[in-house]
């Protein structure tokens, strides 16, 4: 038998050696660990409630965060729960991916159970965000609601590192004739062969994350950098990962010239691409950002890792420089309420 708890979120300090004692009882998951929920509770100072799952006899086997929002709908505002998310938009800009429960391995399906369950005694909400899920997980079919509705599917490409060992190190043979040119074109434009180097200290990783803000400045119509919040984010999840050795802020220069910034998180064998930065290119047929890319797949190909993954996105780039895919999902769950069904019926018609 499992009980579950919503409560007041508890002082960090408290939280933090609990959900790090759980941690290391999990599945190795970077997104559910304490350096990205301790960085975000830090830096954007949101306070969503702590959902905790114990066994009959106290011990702690799940433990997520449940944050609450009235979301602005068709037909007015909705109480919306979010799991591990805030419902604020400037804290959610860190765009949380593999999202789940921190659980006890082997709990997950009885966690998921239990949290429907108890979910759905609770009648302070009509509408339940579920952002960045795996496909297929359990928890999207435990919780019981009037509809699902499927908001957006990303694939999240990677490079199988295991490959590009077995190539002997030439991960470009793996790649397709056209990406394989773009990239071997590109560094004739540059005198000399990529070099990663990782930030050896924070001083030295504050001023490499100012350049990435600098070099992100302008480059998109929504850009995360453009915010105080995500930036603050940025810089404390570096901190942290960088102290606990699961974060790398890396520098790619090739000739002397700089070709970008990557932040990546390390977990279980994976060296995930969270954020980049990419110099201006040398000349209108340079490919800095693919370059970059390379040069740390070889990097941690080298360094033993089993998977380079770039995460969610439908990037062109993305998928020319992968070897793999898993699927990532954002659903929306909803219960019986008569402006939801209204609302749907609204849409129905109008799609019409």
């Known amino acids: 038998m499992l009980s579950v708890r919503f409560e007041p979120l508890p002082d960090l300090a408290a939280l933090e050696p609990r959900w790090r004692a759980l941690e290391a009882a999990a599945v190795p998951n970077f997104f559910t660990g304490w350096t990205w929920m301790g960085s975000w509770l830090r830096a954007t100072g949101v306070r969503p409630e702590l959902l905790t799952v114990t066994d009959a006899a106290g011990q702690e086997v799940a433990l997520a965060l449940i944050g609450r929002s009235s979301d602005k709908r068709l037909l007015g505002r909705v109480a919306t729960l979010r799991l591990n ?15 789940a429960p921190l659980c006890r391995k082997g709990q997950e399906g009885a966690v998921a159970a239990a949290l429907g369950v108890a979910l759905a005694k609770r009648y ?13 997980d359990p928890l999207l079919a435990a919780i019981p609601t009037r509809r699902k509705i499927l908001l957006d599917s990303s694939p999240a490409y990677y490079a199988d590192l295991e490959a590009v060992r077995g190539a002997g190190g030439d991960y470009l043979s793996l790649l397709s004739s056209n990406t394989r040119s773009q990239i071997k074109r590109s560094a004739k434009d540059y005198a000399g062969e990529a070099q990663v180097a990782r930030a ?13 803000r600098a070099l992100n400045t302008g480059r998109h119509e929504d850009n995360a950098w453009d915010g105080a919040v995500f930036r603050t984010f940025a810089a404390e999840i570096v901190a942290t990962g960088m102290a606990d050795g699961s974060v790398d802020l890396l520098r790619i220069d090739a000739g002397g010239a700089l070709l970008g910034y990557l932040i990546t998180f390390l977990s279980a064998g994976r060296a995930m691409n969270y954020q980049s930065a990419f110099a201006e290119p040398a000349t209108p047929k340079s490919k800095p950002g693919l370059m970059a890319h390379a040069a740390a797949i070889r990097h941690y190909a080298d360094g033993g ?7 969610a996105g439908k990037d062109r780039y993305k998928q020319s420089l992968s070897t793999g895919e898993e699927t990532l999902e954002w659903w929306m769950l909803e219960r019986f309420s008569p402006v939801l069904e209204a609302e749907y019926w609204l849409r129905k018609l109008l799609k019409r």
Do not use: C, H, K
């Not at 050896?200 to 990435?212: G, N, R, V």
């Open 124 to 136: 302070d909400w009509r509408a339940m965000r579920l952002s960045g899920l795996v496909a297929g």
């Open 85 to 99: 998310e805030a419902g604020d938009a400037q804290a959610d800009r860190a765009f949380i991916e593999y999202n």
């Open 305 to 311: 890792y089993s998977l380079y993954s770039l995460l």
């Open 200 to 212: 050896p200290d924070s001083e030295t990783a504050a001023f490499w994350l100012e350049e990435m």
